[in-house]
Structures are given as C-alpha cells and as structure tokens.
C-alpha cells in the first residue's frame, strides 16, 4: 500500500504496529482518532512528507520522491533521531543485555562467553556511536539548521565519512545464535533473544536511513549555501596571522590540509576523533578561520605547510 496524506494514521498503525514506535519518536500521542497524516501532522508541526517518508521505511517501502525539505525539518529528523536513541539505551540495549546475561549464566561454554563478550562490544560501540551523534553532530546541524555559525570547523562531511553501518553486527550475532550456540534447555531463551535482535536490527536499519538518506544530503545543503556566504577568507588572515597554535594543533592542521578526515587524522595521531574535533575548534577560534581552503592559505602563509610541485 502506497502511504499517503489522506490515509487515517489509525489504520496505518493497525497494519503495521511497529509504526507506533514512529508516533512515540516524534511525540506523536498514540490516540489519534480517526485524524488522517496530514491532520495529525498539521497538529504537531511536522512536514506530512517527511511523515510519510519516515512512514515508508517502517513499511519497508523505498523513500517517496520528496519534495525539498527545510530546516524545520533538520529539527524533525533530530528530535526523532534523539528520541530512538534515548529509547534504544533506556529499553532495547537493557533488555539484550538481560538476555545475554541469562544466556551466559544457563551456558558455560567457551561459545557462549565470546557471544556475550562480543555482544557487550557491540553494545559499548553503538553508545560511543549515540553519544558521538547526540554531543557532536546533532547540536552542529541544529546551529546550522538555526543559521547560527556553529562554533567549530566540524563539518558534516567529516560524520559522512565516518558514519558506518551500526546494524550489520547483529546479522553475524543472530547467525551464531541461530547456526551454532546450543541453549540448555531453554529454547525459549533463544527465541527471545533472536527476537529482540531482529527487532533493533530492523529499528537500526530505518535509523540509518534517516540519517544517511534524509539529514545529511540535507545538512550538506545548507553547509554549502553557509560556506558560500562566509566573508572573504584573506581579510581574516592578515588580522590573524599570529595566531599561537600549539605544537599538535599544527600537526592536526597539517593532516587535516592534506586532506585526511577527522578519523584518520586521530589515528594517526593516536588520539580520539572527539580530541581532534577539540583541536580543529581552537585552530578556529585561535585564527578565526573556518574553511579547508582558508587554513591552506593561512598554513601557507605562515609557513606550516609548502606547495608541492605536481
Ligand atoms: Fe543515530
Ligand atoms: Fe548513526
């Protein structure tokens, strides 16, 4: 069935209950009535386009052709995007991690000890991925979103570059689940476990939708239009130009100016990509200078970096 803006949000929900969830992330009251998307959505500030595009990946349809989108929007997909996330660490990751404790406790195979360490791993590396998105990029898009200047040379082509698939670990979790751990007893235990892994890698999946599909080709809109409007770069650099950047501030620009992405700039300075986002802040602020191609020009003059001959 093709989602529309006519369609009643009631019987939307009653063919597919796990649109629920997409009512609660966007503070959505589940008591709709008899109001169709484009009434509800009226009610509650939302672009029925953007309703139905999220609507459409709950339904495992690819996205509509959409309309453009705009900066309310950006705040759309950052409060549904902030919601599942809170909702992922208070309900999802607790009852996983429930399950696999019982698991571990029922079977003391060396089989089961690794699914538990790999599955806590798993569990440590999307809260790093949460909490990078919620304390870094998402406050930046919404600065951007609110045209004001967001105070850091952070880009969203640096969260692109980076932003990996945090749902494919569950399909290898599910496989040993499924092809080689023996539960004692208790196939119950498996059952409910597989269950509440398929249910997140399905949540996971449309998450990543979102945000690799809708926020960030949109983010990079705006990013583009902000940087075109920034004022002429050399002005700044005469006022700037003796700026004190400290000994690993300039090794952090001249990786950066080579063209390495926050990530591989941490790794080989081995320190963490929030620390080098922390580094690209102060270059900033020290010599008041936000583009790739300003801090070339600044570097240069300054002697940090040289042109190489082609
Ligand atoms: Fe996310
Ligand atoms: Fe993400």
Same mark, same amino acid.
């Given at each position: 069935?093709?989602?529309?803006?006519?369609?009643?949000?009631?019987?939307?929900?009653?063919?597919?209950?796990?649109?629920?969830?997409?009512?609660?992330?966007?503070?959505?009251?589940?008591?709709?009535?008899?109001?169709?998307?484009?009434?509800?959505?009226?009610?509650?500030?939302?672009?029925?386009?953007?309703?139905?595009?999220?609507?459409?990946?709950?339904?495992?349809?690819?996205?509509?052709?959409?309309?453009?989108?705009?900066?309310?929007?950006?705040?759309?997909?950052?409060?549904?995007?902030?919601?599942?996330?809170?909702?992922?660490?208070?309900?999802?990751?607790?009852?996983?991690?429930?399950?696999?404790?019982?698991?571990?406790?029922?079977?003391?195979?060396?089989?089961?000890?690794?699914?538990?360490?790999?599955?806590?791993?798993?569990?440590?590396?999307?809260?790093?991925?949460?909490?990078?998105?919620?304390?870094?990029?998402?406050?930046?898009?919404?600065?951007?979103?609110?045209?004001?200047?967001?105070?850091?040379?952070?880009?969203?082509?640096?969260?692109?570059?980076?932003?990996?698939?945090?749902?494919?670990?569950?399909?290898?979790?599910?496989?040993?689940?499924?092809?080689?751990?023996?539960?004692?007893?208790?196939?119950?235990?498996?059952?409910?476990?597989?269950?509440?892994?398929?249910?997140?890698?399905?949540?996971?999946?449309?998450?990543? &939708? %979102? /945000? !690799?599909?809708?926020?960030?080709? $949109?983010? +990079?809109?705006?990013? =583009?239009?902000?940087?075109?409007? *920034?004022?002429?770069?050399?002005? &700044? %650099? /005469? !006022?700037?130009?003796?700026?004190? $950047?400290? +000994?690993?501030?300039? =090794?952090?620009?001249?990786?950066? *100016?080579?063209?390495?992405?926050?990530?591989?700039?941490?790794?080989?300075?081995?320190?963490?990509?929030?620390?080098?986002?922390?580094?690209?802040?102060?270059?900033?602020?020290?010599?008041?200078?936000?583009?790739?191609?300003?801090?070339?020009?600044?570097?240069?003059?300054?002697?940090?970096?040289?042109?190489?001959?082609?």
């Amino acid at each position: 069935m093709r989602l529309e803006r006519h369609n009643k949000i009631a019987t939307i929900v009653s063919s597919d209950f796990k649109q629920v969830l997409l009512l609660e992330h966007l503070g959505i009251s589940l008591v709709v009535g008899e109001k169709t998307v484009q009434e509800v959505c009226d009610e509650n500030h939302i672009n029925p386009d953007l309703y139905l595009c999220f609507a459409s990946l709950f339904h495992n349809q690819p996205l509509p052709q959409v309309p453009h989108f705009n900066e309310n929007d950006v705040q759309t997909m950052v409060r549904y995007l902030q919601n599942s996330h809170r909702y992922y660490q208070t309900e999802r990751i607790p009852k996983l991690q429930n399950y696999i404790q019982i698991l571990s406790q029922q079977n003391q195979s060396q089989g089961s000890k690794l699914l538990e360490n790999f599955v806590q791993n798993y569990i440590n590396e999307i809260t790093e991925h949460f909490e990078y998105e919620n304390n870094v990029v998402f406050p930046y898009m919404l600065s951007l979103a609110s045209h004001q200047a967001p105070d850091s040379a952070y880009s969203v082509i640096d969260y692109k570059e980076q932003h990996h698939n945090i749902d494919e670990a569950l399909a290898d979790i599910k496989g040993l689940l499924v092809k080689y751990l023996p539960i004692n007893e208790d196939e119950k235990l498996r059952r409910k476990l597989l269950n509440c892994l398929f249910d997140l890698e399905h949540d996971l999946i449309i998450h990543s &939708q %979102i /945000e !690799d599909h809708l926020l960030i080709p $949109l983010v +990079e809109k705006f990013e =583009a239009n902000e940087l075109n409007a *920034l004022p002429n770069n050399n002005v &700044q %650099i /005469e !006022d700037k130009k003796n700026a004190n $950047l400290s +000994e690993r501030e300039i =090794a952090v620009l001249r990786l950066l *100016l080579e063209g390495f992405s926050n990530k591989e700039v941490a790794d080989k300075l081995h320190i963490s990509t929030h620390t080098v986002i922390s580094h690209r802040k102060n270059i900033t602020q020290k010599i008041g200078i936000k583009s790739l191609a300003g801090l070339t020009i600044y570097a240069l003059q300054n002697n940090l970096i040289q042109l190489t001959q082609p």
